[in-house]
């Protein structure tokens, strides 16, 4: 029989070998001509297109021949005498399948003589890969041709098919090698080391004997049919269970099916499109979907047809859920084929995406939708759901009403898009629950249930279905209108304690505050001096402050000469402040003679003699200008007490009390009714100045004048910094209230990272802040912030620790609340400015007296009013002299509240232990 076969699948396709070989000869013997017009010469690429050429005329030859197999005999009429033969058809199959690859082997024999005739090949290895190429061009196209061969009985149609499925599965098998990737680097935590080649190659491979596997199966099913017996649901008839339920799937599966397929093209064009800006076509483009497949779920029945559904008496309720399940079912599937470009384009730059951070979760739709949005603010799955549920209950609402399905249409999509519309700037405010939402769409659906029987009836025009209709209308108007007072009424309604304007109105305008103002532009000439000394210094590579000093190795062997670093002037003014003032630093004296060539130095000196004012003007400020870095003010007090020092070393002494009086005016400027950032500015300031004031004191002989100014400037100093913290939550308030008048420079930061970042100043970004700023003015959204803003501000900390919840949504707002002060900070600054206030007062009685006290009560009242308290406990600070024994000071104590000193032995105001010298 094999050899009748053989013989047989010769005659009919030595016409279609021989031709194909025709053509195969041609092209390869073309060389020749090419090489006589010296075409070769000028395109070394010749030889390689040639060879691929070769390939693909096997591969398309292989792919007719295997469309001729099986659909060959369909066409010629000779299935019918095949199986009258003895055997079955797996013994068929088989020597077609051996027939084709002969056919397919004698092509490539012919191709390769000719190619080696024509002297195509440069070596042996080109020669063997083009080889390889053929065998694998022949079975891959052998394999599809005979795939769908055992399928249809058309060979042209079998043979376009066959080409339309390798590029159909060429795509498919791209996208899974691209899924299969991902997934196993996030198994394996390998980032960029999965490449999707060789997923994509293994699917290749995997796809030839697949579909000879497949084309047997299909075509030996008669011979499986023949040797089975007949199943029982066919020896005894068993009446089906919920037949009506089966029947009405069915009917509508075949009433949708059309549908479907036309809706499927139809969103995977839309999914194309949603890529060019998915955030915003996304709920147009389900939306859309939505409304087909709601207003078309009763058309079929709307041409005449309804009545005949009423005659038949089928339950109408199941007849409604079937119709409206299916045709949901068709717009799901629909969504997801419009989402599918944009998720598989994430999942392809999922390594590369600025929303896959390893320090943080990864924001997967974000990433989809290419939106920041989706990140805090808006629910993924109220996004991807919202719009294709609204169009649908409209959808099928309308469907019923309107026997016309344009009219259908024009009215759902219309109703639905401005239902949808009202929740958008919820949407983008946060903190949105799925309740508020699918509550209208869910009684409109219910409320066509209940107008179905007027419609089978014929009378969908009838005071029976206003009356059925009206009170679902109205109940989803309210669940609308409930659900955005909700957004208002689900935050607490605190009280407000102060009034804000009042304070605004409190302040001083920048005429009244000429003092704040003037330490401000001081401050601003000096930075601006400090950097163009530095840029000046740059290029003499051994100023100081700058790097790159070319130092002796002394101890090193041969004398070697290093490049070692220069200290910053920074390094060096610290160093002055911890060990006093260096005679023999030329260089740090002369950058301090230049700083004070410049303007600022005077402006300083008529800050101090004015009223104090804020740095800052805060009238206005908002969040971000609130935040900026405040390094010139730091600056200035190391500059001032470095300059006091190296003013003392020449013999001035007086000179580091008006450095001291200038700085401690700056400090208070800072921390006068001005942002949280200049009021630690401010103690930094204090801080640096009270350390020069230790050196001061230490190479200072004699002069109790100049001890009671400093005494007297530092007291004055702490009786007005007493409570620096008593209108920093007002000021605070005040700062978040400009920044909710002016959102956009908060959202951009929000939702586009740190000042700095890339993503920062994309325009996407800076388009979806001003969205959300424009949602920020709708009333009810207005209402919303206002009472956060309350609750940040005025609230108990059970209200605020709820505001600042996990996955609650609020969106920037809760991170603009008032600062949490570290009062051990405080305390601890406090504590040094008191014990300064002690030293002073101590050195001020050794000079007067030529001895120290013997306790701190000799102090009161001509030194000091009274002995200063420890801010810890509240007690005065203790004091004893030394004799000469080292003092051990315990660690510091787990409890922030805890004494400074504790009591050693039990005794109240004990001191640390002693211990002996060694």
Known sequence: MLSVLLWKEYREHRLVWTALAFVGAATVLSRSVLLGAGWLEAHSEAREILCALAVMLI??????????????????????????????RRRLWQGKFLAGVLFVLGQIVVLMILCAAVSLFENWTQAGWTFAGMLLAGIYGLSWGMLFSSFGRSVMSMILLSMAGQVAWAFLAGVLAVIFAVIV???????????PGWFGAGFFALTAPAALVVSALVFTRLDRSRLRAAPESLRVPRRPLNASWSMLFWLTWRQARGFTVGLAAFALFLGFITLLEAVLLWPAATLIVGVLCGATAFADEQQGSYRFLGDQRLPLGRLWVVKVGVRFGVAVVAALLVLAPSFIGALANI?????????GPYHFFAAVFQSNILVDLCPPGLFLTLWLVYGFSAGCLYGLLFRHGLAAGVFALFTCSVAAAVWIPSLLGGGLHAWQVFGPPLLLLIATRLVVRPWAAGRIASWTTAVRLTPFVVLAGLWLAGGLLYRILEIPNVPQRVDVDAFRASLPTPEENEGGRLFRSACLRFDELRHTLQSQQAPQGGAPGMPGQLLPAGGMAGGVVVQAPARTPREQADDALEHGWPADDHEL?????????????????????????????????????????LDPPRWVAIVLAVRGLQ????????????????????????????????????????????????RWLEKLHGRPDLIRQALAVLSHHLNETADDLKDQELVEDLITKNTVEEPLPLLQMYLGGEEGLPQRNDPRVQQEAEWVATAWLVPWERARQARILRVMFDGDPIQQGWLHGPAKGYGPLPQLGPYHYDFRSKHVRLCEARAMQLKLALRWFQTDNGKPAENLDELVPKYLPSIPLDPYDGAPFRYRL??????????????????AMPPVGGQPGAVPAAVQPP
């Not at 390594?351 to 320090?359: H, L, V």
């Open 59 to 88: 591969g398309a030859y292989a792919l007719i021949c295997g469309a001729m197999m099986l659909a060959g005999e369909y066409e010629n009429h000779t299935m019918s005498y095949l199986d009258a033969l003895p055997g079955f």
């Open 185 to 195: 680097s996030v198994i394996f935590g390998m980032r960029d080391a999965t490449n």
């Open 351 to 359: 390594s590369s995406s600025r929303w896959n951070s390893p320090e």
């Open 589 to 629: 004296a002369a950058w301090l003679d230049k700083l004070y060539a410049g303007e600022w130095a005077p402006m300083m000196k008529q800050a101090a003699d004015l009223p104090t004012g804020p740095f800052d003007d805060v009238r206005n400020m908002t969040a971000l200008e609130s935040l900026k870095v």
């Open 647 to 694: 003013r003392q070393a020449a013999g001035d002494d007086e000179a580091y009390v008006e450095n001291l009086r200038i700085g401690l005016s700056l400090s208070r400027s800072l921390r006068d009714r001005t942002p949280t950032m200049d009021l630690l500015v401010g103690r930094n300031v204090e801080f640096f100045l009270l350390k020069g004031l230790d």
């Open 882 to 899: 030394s004799r000469g024994e080292e003092i051990e000071w315990p660690p510091d104590p787990p409890d922030p509240n805890a004494r």
